[in-house]
């Protein structure tokens, strides 16, 4: 009989992390080899190699892509349930993943809130997987994406947005720039969601002070990012135009709901 934790190695698990197994034992586990010139030089992987973006690296194996893409939904399965507890999404019309991957997220949403219309924004690569699960659901008549880049512009299309683990990826600089451009678009009464873990104000050995320490790694060495405490957060959303009025839990993730200044 399977352990709990053989269970979800299960592709059809309800809370699978088989995918993302395979991204750690295929893609990570070697990015990892280099670490310590990461850390010696503060450039990520791909700099090394001079390519300014990991995201731009990664596209030259579409192998690649598509393994990021299912670990990376499954990593939001994970806590979809405990988001939809912490936060009445019941108050949005119109609510934009930035960020969104392959709308996993977006398709929880939409089947609890059965009138919400809903975008997802993310590069074009993740279109094909994201209108297949729409249709799979059937909510391609509210539920859209949308093909760009979030450092040039977003859509103007809600009233509300949510970015989850996007700006963990990212330095404050290129962070401030996708925060600004969803600044541009929100109407004055609009909501942003930032949906992250948060890393502990002082180091700690517990299980998720120890797991936020290691993505913090990874970022570094991955996308060139970093895990924040809640204040960094706080810092970085009111210098993007924000003013936090909430902090929720929801599992490990923090979702800190700010409105406009
Ligand atoms: C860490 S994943 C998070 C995906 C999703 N929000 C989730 O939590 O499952 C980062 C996402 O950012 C997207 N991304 C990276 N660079 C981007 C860019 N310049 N414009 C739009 N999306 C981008 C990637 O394609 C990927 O889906």
Redo the contacts with the bound molecule.
């Keep these: 009989m399977l352990t709990e934790l053989g269970a979800g190695l299960d592709g059809g698990a309800k809370r699978s992390f088989k995918n993302l197994i395979i991204f750690e034992g295929s893609m990570l586990v070697r990015r990892w080899d280099g670490l310590l010139d990461s850390i010696m030089s503060g450039k990520t992987a791909a700099q090394l190699q001079d390519i300014d973006?990991n995201?731009e690296l990664m596209a030259r194996s579409p192998e690649h892509v598509r393994i990021?893409?299912e670990a990376?939904?499954d990593?939001?399965r994970l806590v979809t349930h405990d988001l939809r507890q912490a936060y009445d999404f019941g108050m949005i019309s119109h609510l934009m993943?930035?960020?969104?991957?392959?709308g996993?997220?977006m398709g929880v949403v939409a089947l609890v809130y059965s009138t919400i219309r809903g975008t997802v924004?993310?590069?074009p690569?993740?279109a094909d997987a994201a209108n297949q699960h729409f249709g799979h659901l059937g909510i391609s008549d509210r539920i859209d994406f949308v093909a760009?880049?979030?450092?040039?512009e977003v859509p103007a299309v809600s009233d509300a947005i949510i970015?989850?683990?996007?700006i963990?990826?990212w330095n404050d600089e290129r962070s401030r720039s996708i925060l600004g451009n969803c600044r541009k678009v929100l109407p004055q009464k609009g909501r942003l969601l930032l949906?992250e873990r948060a890393m502990p104000e002082l180091p700690s050995t517990d299980d998720a002070a120890r797991s936020c320490a290691m993505s913090d790694l990874n970022m570094l060495r991955g996308?060139g990012g970093r895990e924040r405490t809640e204040r960094e957060y706080y810092r970085l959303l009111t210098e993007s135009g924000f003013s936090p009025i909430a902090v929720l839990r929801a599992d490990r993730f923090n979702l800190i709901v700010s409105r406009l200044c």
Excluded: Q, W, Y
């Excluded at 993943?97 to 392959?102: A, I, L, P, Q, T």
């Design positions: 973006d995201f990021f893409n990376m939904t990593l939001t993943d930035v960020g969104g991957g392959s996993e997220l924004f993310d590069l690569r993740c760009g880049d979030f450092f040039h970015v989850k683990s996007i963990h990826d949906f996308p």
